[in-house]
């Protein structure tokens, strides 16, 4: 009787995982697996909200994802999930390959991941087959079976072919910094070897930490086939938002900021690669000037002067084009000049958008804002020909300015003086402050999907003291 009883009661268990498991294939169901079933690995103490559940709804939606963003923001776990989705709902065998730098790291992730399915009330009928194999996962369910294979990314062969390729933090080494070789042989094999991995139908995931400019993170080549994010620990350091505030709440990351120091925080939590010197601008004055509630405007009509800047983007940066409103202050400076205040309009990444666009763009926003003075960088001479072919109304508003080492650090000391000062009121745009602190006190910038330092320039190119000898003709 007793053993009927238990019996029973192992059916009832059986058959509610089973209703579970169904709800878990429908659409959605990653979803709801990742906080009811994979949720039950962390003994109560898993921790969700809005930040997870779009993670779950792009991988569900998305089989190539690549992504770089904060530690300890469910990156390695978002791929413990899925394996466990996969092992979990399969009704074919599935194979996949683990890797990290190197295969201790990978069969590291793996053991993690087979305690979580240990003690996952949810996996009582799935079958482990290599029990005593800490690193190597192999579990079999309703004739079906899951195997995982773990591997250092430098030291894989060709010709694997698996449903699944995870690669997780490959430039990563905890013992030694990587070399530049090193990084460009990794860059180069994700770049090339990866595609032909996967078999058709199946899913890579990459995660990682950015080490240099020149990471594979970064290359738009790599977008045809990955869905790339990189996420920012910190969504709007202005409005104290962070991106898992469930998990590590603002004033968290502030003090974690504080203990591991700014390079170090940018690198692990803010998903940039490490500086070489601190940035030109210092980062409090310039949120500072940043207002929040401040909405860019749709055009104006009001009656100071309106400047503008814009810094050509090449290749993989953008260009970066910035409005202001501009009046006189009532005081000199020490040199007897007059000082200016500035309030920002207007801040736009012209992503993708070729030259001959950008050109008609400029005319258009230099009508709408009524712009008296709009400098753009002409150091390798992209508008020449639209210059020349400009009318004498349109060459007095926009002025081609050519950098060189004297013009960037008068740039730059004008800027970061209005900063310091507070004369400049700035839009709350997170790109546009992130590649403002990109430029670093030699006025270099590392590159990066987001950009080049490009929002410096062209807030220094608008904002530049010069002798303008400008006809203030308010519209084209």
Known sequence: MELTTQTSKADAVLASIELVRRKCRKPGGFGFFINHVFSASFGGDFIGGQYVDDIAVRMENEPWTMDVTARGHFKSTRLYAEAMYDIFTMTRDIEGWYFSYNTDLSSYHLKKLKGMIKRNPFFVDVY???????GILSYTRSNATYTMTPAGLLAFKRGIHADRIYIDDPLRDPENKLAPTVILKINRIIGTEIYPMVNKGGKCRVVGTPQTNEDFFYNEKLRNKWDVQI???MVDEVSKIALWPEWTSFDELLDIRETIGEKTFNQEYRARPAYSEESRIDREALNACIDPNMKPAEGY???????????????RHPSHLVIHERWELTELDRNGEPQYMYRQLRSEWLDGMNYNAQWEHLLDVVALYNIILLRYDNTRGEF???????????????KPVTFNLTRKNSMATELDALITSKRITLLNDQRQTSQILAVTSDLNAMETAEGHGDSFWSNGLATMREKENVVRVRTL
């Open 128 to 134: 482990d087959g290599k029990a005593q194999a800490e």
């Open 231 to 233: 996420r920012d620990a």
């Open 384 to 398: 020449e020909a639209f210059y020349e072919n400009a009318t004498p109304q349109e060459k007095n508003i926009l």
């Open 301 to 315: 009509e009001g009656s100071h002067d309106i400047v503008a800047g814009l810094d050509i983007g090449k290749h």
